[in-house]
C-alpha cells in the first residue's frame, strides 16, 4: 500500500508564512505528478499547485505568486511554502500524489489532510 503524511498546517496571522510536507512511502516504483488541493467549508475541494516529476508547476491563479510548490524525488515529498497569507487561504489541505506501484499501475493517493487556519 501507499501512504501520504501530510505536515505543517496551523495557525498563522495575514501576512504570515507556513510550509507543508507530504512524504509518501510505502509500495512505490515512482511517483509521477504530486499536488497540493484545499477544501474550505462549504466549498468544493479545488487544486493549489501542483508538479510533475521533471519539476514543471501550475498554481491556481489566487495563490500565484504567493506560494511555491517543490518537490524532493529522493525523498518522495512534495512542499507547499505559502508566503503572504489572507484569511481566505483558511482551508483543510490536502496532497495528492499519482504513483506508480508496476509498471502497469498508477494510481492516485490522497493524504489525510491538514488545517492552515489565517486570522484577520
Known amino acids: 500500500q501507499v501512504q501520504l503524511v501530510e505536515s505543517g498546517g496551523g495557525l498563522v496571522q495575514a501576512g504570515g508564512s507556513l510550509r507543508l510536507s507530504c512524504a509518501a512511502s510505502?509500495?512505490?516504483?515512482?511517483?509521477?505528478?504530486m499536488a497540493w488541493y484545499r477544501q474550505a467549508p462549504g466549498k468544493q475541494r479545488e487544486l493549489v499547485a501542483s508538479?510533475?516529476?521533471?519539476?514543471?508547476?501550475n498554481y491556481a491563479e489566487s495563490v500565484k505568486g504567493r506560494f511555491t510548490i517543490s518537490r524532493d524525488n529522493a525523498k518522495n515529498t512534495v512542499y507547499l511554502q505559502m508566503h503572504s497569507m489572507k484569511p481566505e487561504d483558511t482551508a483543510v489541505y490536502y496532497c495528492?500524489?499519482?504513483?506508480?506501484?508496476?509498471?502497469?499501475?498508477?494510481?492516485?493517493?490522497w493524504g489525510q489532510g491538514t488545517q492552515v487556519t489565517v486570522s484577520s
Open positions: 510505502g509500495s512505490i516504483l515512482s511517483v509521477n505528478s
Open positions: 508538479i510533475t516529476s521533471g519539476g514543471s508547476t
Open positions: 495528492k500524489a499519482n504513483v506508480r506501484r508496476s509498471l502497469l499501475v498508477a494510481s492516485d493517493y
